[in-house]
């Protein structure tokens, strides 16, 4: 089954200023069916929240993980939800 599901990650390493948050943007268009955000955070990190058919979720989540990313990813922790909604599309904060 591919309920919709809302997935919050956070991305460690040199992530910011390095076009990370819009390649994120790009790939949830790409995989499509994801609305959301990317977010730089004050500690350096940034959040990603895709909401959607869990399959999609996945796929973003294992692309933040792979190492295809700009700059460099040292970790990401990701925690599952319910969908909350409000979102138009997949933002860049």
Do not use: K
Request: with cysteine.
């Amino acid at each position: 089954m591919n309920e919709n599901v809302r997935l919050t990650a956070w991305v460690r390493g040199h992530v910011q200023e390095v076009g990370f948050r819009w390649f994120t943007r790009a790939n949830a268009l790409r995989i499509g069916d994801l609305i959301g955000f990317a977010s730089n955070l004050s500690d350096g990190r940034v959040q990603v929240v895709a909401e959607g058919p869990r399959m999609g979720c996945e796929q973003l989540l294992e692309w933040l993980r792979t190492g295809d990313t700009p700059g460099r990813v040292d970790g990401v922790t990701e925690i599952w939800d319910t969908p909350r909604g409000g979102y138009e599309g997949f933002e860049i904060r």
